[in-house]
């Protein structure tokens, strides 16, 4: 068995999908770059050193601009931790978006990241979604062979379940050491499945119910994705906020100025103060924003939060009472 990921003092990850212009074509160029570098920088200027990437994101050009930056930066591959994601096939004509994590598509998958990110290897290996078609047992050949190779190091899943993740366990030699989810304030099914068993409300919330007690309990580590919620609660989204937005956007608000904090601080510090230490992923290209992020007055946040305050903020945001 290899030894699990231990998260850093740094909790925060950086999520790379912003990175590399459009979703479309596979075209970037010096103003991609540029993009990229003054997000990797203004990310490692408040502490981050992990970078969560995926094979798909903006059709490869994510990682390629990422490698571009690594490959003009002396050091920098030995300053930071790796991670991407294989699984997910996109939509191309005469064939519709599927999963794939055949031993053959993890295989050409991977090495197809490696040679965008210019690297020998990749610290964590994410499965993207859960493949109905997928054969643990052969998901596990895949990932023995690049783990001999030397090309991954550590495998995480990302959007799996607490029965998917043992299901695929079994036939693995090696732990998985991390699992993947949507959770923020406003994208709470993770926190309210945990409240509503025998509840009616429980049918508006499909997260399976048990997903964070088996990664808390086997030491598998819980990543955020949309940890901001899309900018909801700080002003930077562009959806017509409900009246449970504009409440929550304003507490927010309140406490960050009670607290000499960012919004942003305030939001991440309510995911960090949840017992199962929940490492927020941050997705956004904006350096500004980045640095407004920053784990050491998030965490800081987390350790002042009243119970009151954090069940305060939850409350807000889903608009009623809790049961």
Known sequence: MTEKRQPANNRLIYGCMGLGGPWEGSEYGAAEIEQAAAAIDAAMGIGISLFDHADIYRNGKSEAVFGEVMSRTAGLRERIQLQTKCGIRLSQPGVEGHYDLSKDAILKRVNGSLERLKTDYVDVLLLHRPDPLMEPAE????????????????????????????????????SIVANQLEMSLHRRAWLESTVLVNHDDSRGYSFPHGTLEHCVSRGIELQAYGSLAQGRYT?????????????????????????????????????????????????????????ACADADAAAVATAMTRAEWYGLWVAARGSRLP
């Not at 956007?249 to 230490?277: C, D, F, N, Y």
């Open 139 to 174: 998901v596990a050949s895949a990932v023995g062979q690049l783990m001999a190779e030397g090309k991954v190091r550590q495998l995480g899943v990302s959007n799996m379940s607490g029965a998917q993740i043992a299901f695929l366990q079994d036939q693995l030699e090696v």
């Open 235 to 291: 002003g930077s989204t562009s959806d017509a906020p409900t009246a449970a937005d504009s409440a929550t956007t304003a507490l927010v608000a309140q406490l960050a100025g009670e607290k000499g904090a960012t919004p942003e601080s305030v939001l991440l510090g309510w995911l960090m103060k949840h017992p199962a230490r929940i490492s927020p992923v941050l997705g956004s290209s904006n350096p500004g924003r980045i640095v």
